[in-house]
């Protein structure tokens, strides 16, 4: 008697078997389609540094100060800290009541 909610419930987990495995598909297939189908050999042309369609002058590897990235650094956390602090500003007259 006992077997019938099992078979059920089990019956039930097929369909979430069933999407696990199409959405393994979809992350899967294309993939395998682009190792299957790209070519070994790329062309020449392809190979070149191409970079707002102007020929590239002198190494890519230069260096920068870290003064460059440190400014970069500090940047982004205030930008952060304004993204998350302005609601919290706009809802601070509000009140702290649950709605």
Partial sequence: MA???????LHDWVYVLIFLSVAAG???VPII??????PRQPA?????IYESGMA?????????GAA???FA????????DVLYLFPVAVAYNQGFLWR
């Fill in 3 to 9: 077997t019938a909610p099992v078979q059920a419930a």
């Fill in 26 to 28: 979809f992350a899967v």
């Fill in 33 to 38: 389609l682009a190792v299957v189908l790209s």
């Fill in 44 to 48: 020449p042309l392809q190979e070149e």
């Fill in 56 to 64: 590239p002058l002198g190494p890519a590897w230069i260096q920068f």
């Fill in 68 to 70: 460059y990235y440190l």
């Fill in 73 to 80: 650094l500090i940047f982004l956390a205030f930008d952060v």
